[in-house]
C-alpha cells in the first residue's frame, strides 16, 4: 500500500518540505525519484503530482520524493540553488541503512521544474543516476523566450500580475482543487497493486483563502506567459541557466551526462516541443531520448493514470519503460 510522508526537509528562513510517496517497507537499495513541480517556478505546489508518475515508482519501488521550493520571482536564483541541492541531498540520504552508502537519485521535473532538474544534471556529485523531462524547459535559451512572443490572445496588463511580482516571499503551494485539470494527487487513487481505483472520486475541497490570497495566486498564474511576452526569463535565470554552454562542451563532458528520457507534446504551446529537441541534439541520441505525444498540447497527462487509454498516453508509457530500462541497466 502507498503511504504518504511529509518532512521538512531544509530551513532556509521558512520552513521547506517535500512528501514522501513510498510503501511501508521501501527496499533499501532501491534509487529514489526527486520531483520537481510545474509551475513556472513562480506557482503551484508539490502535491500536483501526475498519476502515472506516482504509480511508476510505486510499481518499481522508488519512493517519490515530491519538493516544494521558494518561488520566483523573490527568491532568485540563488534560493533555488540552495532549496533543490538541499532537496536533492535529502533524497540520496533518505530511509538510509546507516551504512553510508547513499541512494542513487533519478530526477524529474514538469515543464519549469525541470529546469532544476536539469541544473542538478550539470551541477550535482555524484550526478543523478538519470534525469526525467515532463515536457520540460532544459534551457531559457532558445528564441522562444526573447523573442517578445504572445502566447496569449492580448497583452497581460502590468496591474493583473503586480501582486505576484511584488509580493512576499512564497514557497510553493497547491490552490484548493489543483490547477488547470492538475487535480492534488491523492494516495486513494491507486489500489494496493498500483493500479487505478476505478471508484475513487477526487474530494472538492473547499476554498478558505482570503480575497488577498486568491489575487495573489492568480498573479502568479499569469506571470510564465507575461514574463515571456516581456523577454524576462532568459535574465532571471542565466546563472543557473546550462543552455548558455552546453554548445561549447567537448564530447568527453557531454558524455557525462545523465541519461535523459523526456516526452513531450508536439502542440505544446507553453513549451515549444524545439526546446527538448534542442537538448537532444546538443547531447546526442545516445544520451537523450525524447518521446513525442503527436498533436497534444502542454501537460497533457497532468491528470491521468498509465492505463488510461487517452491521446498521447503511448508516448508516456514509452517514455516510462525507457527509464524502467535506464535504471536497470545503471
Not at 552546453?246 to 516526452?263: D, G, L, M, Q, S
Request: aromatic share 10%; hydrophobic share 40%.
Amino acid at each position: 500500500m502507498l503511504k504518504k510522508i511529509t518532512k521538512v526537509y531544509a530551513n532556509h528562513g521558512v520552513p521547506i518540505e517535500c512528501d514522501i510517496y513510498t510503501v511501508a517497507e521501501p527496499l533499501p537499495d532501491a534509487p529514489v525519484a526527486l520531483f520537481f513541480h510545474a509551475g513556472a517556478l513562480s506557482g503551484w505546489g508539490r502535491d500536483c503530482v501526475p498519476p502515472w508518475l506516482a504509480q511508476t515508482c510505486y510499481r518499481q519501488k522508488w519512493p517519490l520524493i515530491s519538493a516544494s521550493y521558494r518561488l520566483m520571482p523573490q527568491t532568485g536564483t540563488d534560493g533555488l540553488v540552495e532549496d533543490i541541492t538541499a532537496a536533492y541531498d535529502f533524497a540520496q540520504n533518505w530511509d538510509c541503512r546507516g551504512d553510508g552508502k547513499k541512494r542513487r537519485v533519478i530526477v524529474f521535473g514538469a515543464s519549469a521544474g525541470f529546469f532544476l532538474a536539469s541544473y542538478l544534471g550539470r551541477t550535482a556529485s555524484p550526478p543523478p543516476l538519470a534525469l526525467f523531462s515532463v515536457a520540460g524547459i532544459n534551457s531559457f535559451t532558445h528564441p522562444f523566450y526573447s523573442s517578445s512572443t504572445l502566447v496569449t490572445p492580448e497583452p497581460t496588463p502590468d496591474a493583473a500580475v503586480e501582486a505576484a511580482l511584488t509580493g512576499p516571499l512564497v514557497v510553493g503551494r497547491s490552490i484548493p482543487n489543483g490547477h488547470d485539470g492538475a487535480a492534488v494527487f491523492r494516495t486513494s487513487a491507486l489500489l494496493d497493486n498500483g493500479a487505478r481505483d476505478p471508484g475513487f472520486t477526487p474530494e472538492v475541497v473547499a476554498d478558505t483563502r482570503s480575497e488577498e490570497e486568491k489575487q495573489h495566486w492568480d498573479a502568479r498564474a499569469l506571470l510564465y506567459r507575461y514574463l515571456i511576452h516581456k523577454n524576462r526569463w532568459p535574465a532571471m535565470t542565466a546563472a543557473m541557466d546550462g543552455g548558455r554552454e552546453w554548445k561549447t562542451w567537448p564530447a568527453e563532458r557531454k558524455e557525462k551526462w545523465p541519461p535523459t528520457v523526456i516526452f513531450h507534446g508536439s502542440g505544446d504551446s507553453a513549451v515549444p516541443l524545439a526546446v527538448s529537441e534542442g537538448l537532444r541534439d546538443v547531447m546526442g541520441e545516445g544520451r537523450v531520448s525524447l518521446f513525442v505525444a503527436e498533436g497534444q498540447d502542454h501537460l497533457f497527462e497532468r491528470a491521468m493514470f498509465l492505463e488510461d487509454d487517452e491521446p498521447g498516453m503511448d508516448a508516456v508509457r514509452d517514455a516510462v519503460a525507457k527509464l524502467v530500462e535506464v535504471v536497470k541497466s545503471a
